[in-house]
């Protein structure tokens, strides 16, 4: 593995212009380029926050601001996933004619992605700014934020782990990018985006559920490293969300939930996990990408 | 003598038929359906070597293992067994187009081909100038290369290849494209590279493009080097065989 890694290194020229190639090509077909790559989660969270706003009657102040900050760093991980995925198999007669480490391809694509969320976080700084400004009071970001890089850093190793996976396999298996689009789409509501992982905290310890079963259920939610680290984001920079436990409308407690550190700890465990892992398959296979016939 | 650019001994690569390659999920998970794994010496048991400075012609019919061949030099596959030992860094000359993005302009498919060859961009930028003028495509380069006809293409990726300052030097049928012109130019340029101690090895099918660059000739049959020998000999033999592919 130390002599990939060796070899990877000697060719992070390669890996750069990769990555800037791939950047061009993303805002190379649009006039206003970056603009509108930005635009679009924009758009997307204003629409959401009017429905969930005026149609849901969901009663959170500034909502959009926990909707970007959980949408945005899904965005990069779908994105960067649905991309690499295709990543070798579009590269194939270039990888038949000449050597170059396989890898710089998914690593590259998922790079590409990762200065684009990057960017997008600068503007969603700015929008919360903005809204400060609008309406001064408290400070818009909690003392925690400084933990973010540590929490980007960690999204990042879970989203090159399996985009080693998967761009891997979708070289062997035409089905994975479909598999993948689906497990993506699915995986967008299981994730707290649209909701707050308080709202599930309170679904899993409604009456309903057996009293010894209802912190199980819970953790098991928060198993899922993806899911977990969007609660991270929402937890570090914006405030916390009080729970509401209502019983047949009275009102029985107001309380936080404070970020749990020990799921948050395993998550991150998890996503270096998934990275070392996926390097290893993918260097394990990488040979045989190009014996397909 | 001076050592070998390119030394192989005992090379064999062989193909998994049912067993690598692309499969759906369905086909893979019936696997107790599929019949014994068959085997396929693409390349079987080759030795030869080149020495600075030669240009070697690879002839036979298709499917003989000549690309396999080549594939092997240029690190893409991973020998099944045998040994390559090349001394100096290899570029194969891209196919028309190969790792060109159509959207991207001239220049910047320049720079990735480029880099991807062995060169660091700054290296790039100083040789661009004399990239684009062997390339004759002009003020093309600053249009997206999806407007480019193929023997601008073809221009462009030789153009490409033949200043990176390899020594070793592997071009697979990719000549056979570009009006006559060009290909003289590109023929000078690869009698300059040779004079220089550069090695190429050059498949083709065309008979007077290996009479006329090739020193030598090795005429693979079934994976096996069949004939290697002086062009002349080799070529004459392989034309009475008939094995060669008609041109069009
Ligand atoms: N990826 C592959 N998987 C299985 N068989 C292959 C693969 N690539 C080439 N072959 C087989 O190896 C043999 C040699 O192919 P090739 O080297 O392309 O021949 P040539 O270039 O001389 O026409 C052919 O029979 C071809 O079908
Ligand atoms: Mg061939």
Redesign the pocket.
Known sequence: MLSELKELYRYRELLWTFVVRELRIRYKNSVLGFFWSILNPLITVLVMTVVFKYVLNVRVPNYSAYLLAAYLPFMFFQLALLDSAQSILTQLPLLKKIYFPREILPIGSVIANFLHFLLAMGVFFLYLLFVWWMNPGENPFRATVFWLPLLVLLQFCLTLGLALFISALNTFYEDVKYLVSVGLYLLFFLCPILYFVEQVWAATHSPDIPAQWQDTLFTIYNLNPIGMLLVGYRKLMLDPQPITVTRTGDVLETHYLPLDWTMLAIAGAVSVLVMVAGYAYFNKVKWRF???? | MSQPAIAVRNLVKE???TH??YSSLKGNLLWWRKKRKER?R??DDVSFEVRPGECVGVV??????????L?LLARVYKPTSGEIHLSGTVAPLLELGAGFHPDLTGIENVYFNGVILGLTRKQVTERLEKIIEFSEIGDYVDAPVRSYSSGMLLRLGFSVAVHVDASILLV?EALAVGDIEFQKKCLARIAEFQANGGAILF?SHDMDAVRRAADRVLW?RA?KVYQDGPTEEVLSAYERSGENPPQD
């Open positions: 190009v014996e397909r016939p | 193909f998994d038929l690598s390659g396929l693409a390349v036979g019919k298709n499917g003989a293992g000549k690309s396999t061949l594939g697979d498949v693979m994976g």
